[in-house]
């Protein structure tokens, strides 16, 4: 359950980022939009014909599933590493979930269940998670189409070797009829500090507040929803928002994709015009706003990851604004995969109470930042 | 009403510190017991004999008893510099009291008043403050000794050239019954963060919260009060406090400064027992405390005196517990002067609304402290 050097043996061939290993390609690298937009995924749900929905698993049928699927798995792309979840140890399925490789569900279950996913973490497919299988793609910044392509080549080798659960009036068959039809789920990544921006109480609403509850009624309007980092019930912590599709029947992948599209561009407008128009009319309380974000991050001898996140989402505005250029956007992104408890922990390599995770991610912070500070 | 270099004009022959004018040596020269005594203050009230108490003042008495006293007091010891407060600007006013060179009453009065100071604030006459004359003089740190030696040769000067009002059974006679006697306060103001210091909520009772309850029990059993900065109803604002008596009737001088002297030995006693403490049992606490203070003085873009105060406290703590090195503290106690807004609109040669107030502050704060800080 988890070799001395967990991290190094869970992730063992992902590229340097600053000499650090990069938590996910998508998360580092710069992509279109990529002031607004952190990253496009992808997901499909496919099922196997022939094998019961998990809920319905007769003995030993998961077991056998997974076999089959990780050997169906290995020929489809053969560079995907394959790891059964019941084989790792609590922190190293954490630190898959913290990189959206898997998700909260597949990391609690007991099932017999596993995950492939490529060195640049830009490809994962889940096995036995809600559905059979799970295919996700990532890209980052704001990329649609080359996910599109990638997710379809991806689907159409599995379907060679595999024949899905598919009913000709409904589509693709899945275990909860949510995902029924193109089983297909869109999602952006949005970085909205501006529209999350609360004024202190007592100065009015801004119009940022006003947009928050356009794109909201936007969203609802295209049968789209806005939620934070963690998808469900999570908080949007460090002003990170993720725009996905909830409708995956009588509408298919062209228009699922545009309408995620037009939404997302409509919300990059409004984020780009709060910017601007704050850093206009509050320029001191911008400046103030980075700098002491930076000086936190920079001299905290313990710090909690939601205060993190927070400082975090301060300085990677004022990166786009040309306030602050002590740090690349990459090790800002990097950094809020690696501050988590499993990742931490991993790192580690031993379990930590979270009065002592806050002083182990002070410190990784206070490095990685003043580390990839260029000279003065 | 004030030239418009007016800070200079006010205070033209105080000593330089660090570069840059001190607002008052006995806030930036270290004392006896300094760690946590800043300075030691008395103050005798007297009245002149032949002239009514000032609440009972006929028609021009005022005008006539400033202007003999301030002769009075130019014969006593020219080297006191005179103002008549109604000369001054409403800055001007501030910052003397600011300095603790003249009570909030006296700023506010609008009867003929004014004070006599020396170049380094360590002795000032007020006149027409509640009483004719009310005498003071400070020295850094706790040395109650060597002020007891000056304001008695002062007190024995004027007697010279003046009769005080004097009562052969209740003493010096005052304009209000609680300083009648001796109208001597005894003043020492201490520098208590760590009896101040309140764990999280739902941690339970410090050992620090005990001894604050035993500080004020002490004092009151004594005839003592503790109370913040700037006296009376005052907040303690950075974790400043002042000990002092109430009684001065029945109560001679050398009982008065030794009960003062016996409650500060006690309370330094604990102050430094309680650091010792919150340093071994909560090390990365109080690191984390320290350098987010010093992090958030040298990045802020704007700041509240409240905040700024709360942050040179912890950096006070920090340099006596040899956590930080970057800065004297007699930088610190001479911003926790000049960062007040009096101070603040001298330098900048106008008034200020309170926002623009915080940015002048944070901007202050910053270059003293930076400025300051010793080439790595």
Request: net charge negative; with cysteine; glycine share 8%.
């Given at each position: 359950?988890?070799?001395?050097?967990?991290?190094?043996?869970?992730?063992?061939?992902?590229?340097?980022?600053?000499?650090?290993?990069?938590?996910?390609?998508?998360?580092?690298?710069?992509?279109?939009?990529?002031?607004?937009?952190?990253?496009?995924?992808?997901?499909?749900?496919?099922?196997?014909?022939?094998?019961?929905?998990?809920?319905?698993?007769?003995?030993?049928?998961?077991?056998?599933?997974?076999?089959?699927?990780?050997?169906?798995?290995?020929?489809?792309?053969?560079?995907?590493?394959?790891?059964?979840?019941?084989?790792?140890?609590?922190?190293?399925?954490?630190?898959?979930?913290?990189?959206?490789?898997?998700?909260?569900?597949?990391?609690?279950?007991?099932?017999?269940?596993?995950?492939?996913?490529?060195?640049?973490?830009?490809?994962?497919?889940?096995?036995?998670?809600?559905?059979?299988?799970?295919?996700?793609?990532?890209?980052?910044?704001?990329?649609?189409?080359?996910?599109?392509?990638?997710?379809?080549?991806?689907?159409?080798?599995?379907?060679?070797?595999?024949?899905?659960?598919?009913?000709?009036?409904?589509?693709?068959?899945?275990?909860?009829?949510?995902?029924?039809?193109?089983?297909?789920?869109?999602?952006?990544?949005?970085?909205?500090?501006?529209?999350?921006?609360?004024?202190?109480?007592?100065?009015?609403?801004?119009?940022?507040?006003?947009?928050?509850?356009?794109?909201?009624?936007?969203?609802?309007?295209?049968?789209?929803?806005?939620?934070?980092?963690?998808?469900?019930?999570?908080?949007?912590?460090?002003?990170?928002?993720?725009?996905?599709?909830?409708?995956?029947?009588?509408?298919?992948?062209?228009?699922?994709?545009?309408?995620?599209?037009a939404l997302t561009e409509m919300v990059v407008d409004w984020e780009r015009r709060n910017r601007e128009a704050f850093q206009q009319e509050h320029e001191v309380q911008l400046d103030d706003l980075v700098w002491r974000a930076w000086a936190l991050l920079t001299s905290a001898r313990k710090i909690s990851s939601t205060e993190a996140l927070g400082h975090l989402s301060a300085l990677r505005l004022g990166l786009h604004q040309k306030i602050i250029d002590k740090v690349d956007v990459g090790t800002i992104q990097r950094l809020m995969v690696t501050l988590r408890p499993g990742h931490l922990q991993l790192r580690e390599q031993c379990d930590l109470p979270a009065d002592?995770?806050?002083?182990?991610?002070?410190?990784?912070?206070?490095?990685?930042?003043?580390?990839?500070?260029?000279?003065?």
């Amino acid at each position: 359950m988890g070799s001395p050097d967990d991290q190094a043996s869970l992730f063992p061939n992902e590229p340097e980022h600053n000499g650090l290993q990069a938590p996910a390609l998508w998360l580092v690298e710069p992509g279109p939009e990529s002031d607004v937009v952190v990253s496009s995924r992808m997901r499909l749900a496919r099922n196997i014909d022939g094998f019961r929905f998990k809920a319905r698993f007769a003995d030993g049928e998961g077991e056998r599933l997974e076999v089959y699927l990780r050997g169906v798995l290995h020929e489809v792309d053969p560079s995907l590493t394959y790891h059964s979840l019941n084989d790792l140890s609590n922190n190293e399925r954490e630190a898959l979930f913290e990189r959206h490789l898997v998700s909260h569900e597949h990391v609690v279950d007991e099932q017999s269940r596993g995950v492939a996913f490529s060195a640049d973490g830009t490809t994962s497919v889940m096995v036995n998670e809600e559905d059979h299988l799970r295919l996700q793609v990532f890209a980052p910044g704001f990329d649609l189409q080359s996910l599109e392509q990638k997710i379809n080549a991806l689907d159409d080798s599995l379907a060679e070797h595999v024949t899905f659960a598919f009913d000709e009036r409904f589509g693709f068959r899945t275990s909860c009829p949510t995902n029924t039809g193109t089983g297909l789920r869109v999602s952006v990544m949005l970085h909205l500090p501006a529209l999350a921006f609360r004024q202190p109480e007592g100065k009015g609403g801004s119009g940022a507040e006003r947009d928050i509850v356009r794109m909201h009624n936007a969203a609802q309007q295209l049968g789209l929803t806005v939620r934070g980092l963690f998808g469900e019930s999570s908080r949007a912590e460090g002003d990170f928002f993720q725009i996905s599709n909830q409708i995956t029947l009588g509408k298919n992948q062209a228009k699922t994709v545009e309408d995620v599209s037009a939404l997302t561009e409509m919300v990059v407008d409004w984020e780009r015009r709060n910017r601007e128009a704050f850093q206009q009319e509050h320029e001191v309380q911008l400046d103030d706003l980075v700098w002491r974000a930076w000086a936190l991050l920079t001299s905290a001898r313990k710090i909690s990851s939601t205060e993190a996140l927070g400082h975090l989402s301060a300085l990677r505005l004022g990166l786009h604004q040309k306030i602050i250029d002590k740090v690349d956007v990459g090790t800002i992104q990097r950094l809020m995969v690696t501050l988590r408890p499993g990742h931490l922990q991993l790192r580690e390599q031993c379990d930590l109470p979270a009065d002592a995770r806050d002083e182990v991610r002070a410190r990784l912070i206070r490095d990685t930042l003043l580390g990839s500070t260029p000279p003065d």
